[in-house]
């Protein structure tokens, strides 16, 4: 029993010190290019260092954490050159998506969104405000998946929704991007809800060449450090 409940006990420090540093991440609490040091860690989220280092391994699998050379691992980048990567799988599969969601979809949820995304700009002046924008979007994401039924496909997308989270961040406080991404969501919302494919895959292709235009600016102006600890 005891060592059942060690392992136990062992489980949800991993679980816990996995779900902090990955949230840490993507807040940007861990800014990219900033070094992970096990022992600094540990003592930070006060575990031991076995849970940090598995911790480490599954931020190393998604892509949020990468090795550095005789200094252990630190935070990916956010650099122009993984956004484009980033943006050519987005494409790819956020495209496709939204031409099936267009044959597959319930019309009158998405009409539904494109009057929230009609309304969201008076959203945008508050902290609480650009919450219920983000979780918006959030929900849009969802009913797409929802619609196309492609667990696969999901799989996919989740994966790089993880990276667009720290992208976003950037976009926060930008009202003007935000305002213009509202009219893009409405618009492709619109098109699902019309049943019209090939105009949703059109708004997505519009939406995400302004996103990756906008982005790639502002990635290219962010320092990237390299820090120990945080």
Known sequence: MHAQSRRSGHVRAGERAYARLREDVLDGVLAPGAVLAEVDQSQRLGVSRTPVREAFARLVAEGL???LAGRGLVVAPLDVEGLDHLYDLREALEVKAARLAAVRRDAGTFERFAL???AAPRLLDSEAGLDRYYA???E???AVDAAVANPWLQQALDSVRTHLVRIRR????DPARLRAAAAEHQLIAEAIAAGDADLAAHAVHVHLHRSRTHFGARVGEQPQREEVGA
């Open 170 to 173: 950037l976009a926060r406080h």
């Open 65 to 67: 954490a990468r090795p």
């Open 140 to 142: 849009f994401d969802a």
């Open 116 to 118: 929230a995304f009609a």
């Open 136 to 138: 918006l979007s959030a």
